[in-house]
């Protein structure tokens, strides 16, 4: 169990705080091994195992706490008989019909610490919004970053060179599980193929109570084929109509809306870099972990662009970056990042292998004025930065503490 530092060193300062910690993010990319680094936290300061209340709702055995007023009781019995604190941690919390009253009132009359978990954005719109009023924060929780599986894959293959990782993770991803099986491609692929379809059943469908499950796995082909592309929801229309399925703009972009509330896909918005003004269509989608996208689609060396600057857009948003498609005039920046006062712009490309290339990738910036950080990044090994730009190997990218 590696350590995931970045999101523990978040999540610190609120631990034993009356605030509700909750965890999101896509299934099995490491919520629940969150909580028990928490627990593991606890422990070291002092905190006995026994003031601990674990359920994972995913559980058969605990199916029948799957109603608020059966877990409220349940609760409300066991920590009747623990002496001090409780602490509360619930895992995939959205299988529990009207979680919220029950958590509201655990946080309202019990001496108690909660840390809950769920596979879904709006976990934590309307009702407990309006319930907990403030009274929680959220840490988005993602797959493997580089240097995560990096940490892992070394114990497994201690011998393996950088490059090498990187190429192993250019086509498995960084899903925490596949570890257990040291990586090996026939089992990763499979086990990322039903972790797929999993998240496409019951967070997806299920959830949203999803009628045409063919016309979702259409909708879902056609991101996967086109991650880090722009395309509307009238273009996906124009693609279903030549499948001889039409489709209203509208549903198009609920069932995109479907996959972004259970992390499958991040949608990036364009932003007028010249009238400051985010645009209202031809957004970029990504998906939450490149994979999947090897598993059930194929083509991530093939389309080594579009993993690159999947990979890259994951790492600005896992480090806390608010990311959006840069266009200035008939130029367009991969990514422009802002976090509170910081903002940077990034370039991603596989090789600068020409001089056409070079001029593209760096001639970017030419027309923008500002001071802040501008960044080419590709596969290339030798330093091509010139004029103020820093040109990044992406591996050397992905592994820095911070970008200078």
Not at 45 to 59: L, M
Not at 300 to 318: A, D, F, S
Request: some cysteine.
């Amino acid at each position: 169990m590696i350590k995931r530092e970045m999101y523990m060193k978040r999540i610190r300062p609120f631990i034993g705080t009356d605030l509700i910690k909750v965890m999101t993010g896509i299934r099995r990319c490491g919520k629940s091994v969150m909580l028990e680094l928490i627990k593991q936290e606890l422990i070291e300061s002092g905190i006995k195992p026994k003031q601990f209340i674990s359920i994972n709702f995913e559980d058969m055995n605990y199916a029948h706490l799957q109603t608020a007023q059966a877990l409220h009781e349940a609760i409300t019995k066991l920590a009747a008989g623990i002496e001090g604190k409780v602490y509360l941690f619930f895992d995939e919390i959205q299988e529990v019909e009207g979680w919220e009253k029950c958590i509201n009132s655990f946080r309202v009359s019990l001496d108690c610490d909660i840390y809950i978990t769920g596979s879904n954005a709006k976990l934590l719109s309307g009702e407990l919004a309006t319930y907990l009023g403030g009274r929680y924060v959220e840490f988005i929780i993602y797959p493997f970053s580089f240097a995560e599986f990096l940490e892992l894959y070394g114990t497994i293959t201690p011998d393996e060179s950088i490059p090498k990782c990187f190429q192993k993770y250019l086509i498995s991803g960084g899903m925490p599980y596949l570890a257990n099986i040291r990586y090996a491609d026939a089992p990763t692929k499979q086990y990322l193929h039903d972790l797929f379809n999993s998240v496409q059943l019951k967070d997806i469908v299920k959830r949203n109570k999803i009628r045409d499950v063919d016309l979702l796995e259409r909708i879902i082909a056609y991101v996967m084929a086109n991650v880090g592309n722009t395309f509307s929801a009238t273009s996906v229309a124009k693609f279903l109509k030549s499948e001889r399925r039409t489709v209203a703009s509208e549903t198009i972009m609920n069932y995109l809306k479907y996959c972004c509330d259970a992390y499958l896909f991040y949608q990036v918005k364009r932003e007028d870099l010249q009238g400051k003004q985010i645009l209202a269509s031809n957004e970029k989608y990504y998906i939450a972990d490149h994979g999947i996208r090897e598993a059930v689609f194929g083509g991530n060396i093939r389309q080594i662009n579009l993993t690159l600057e999947n990979i890259v857009y994951l790492e600005l948003i896992r480090r806390g970056y608010e990311v959006t498609i840069g266009k200035y005039g008939e130029k367009e920046i991969d990514f422009v990042c802002h976090k509170q006062e910081d903002k940077l712009y990034v370039q991603v490309t596989y090789l600068l292998a020409s001089e056409e290339t070079i001029q593209r990738e760096f001639g970017v910036y030419n027309s923008i004025e500002d001071n802040y950080p501008k960044y080419v990044v590709s596969l290339d090994e030798l330093d091509m930065s010139q004029n103020g730009i820093k040109h990044y190997n992406i591996r050397d990218f992905l592994l820095a503490q911070e970008w200078k």
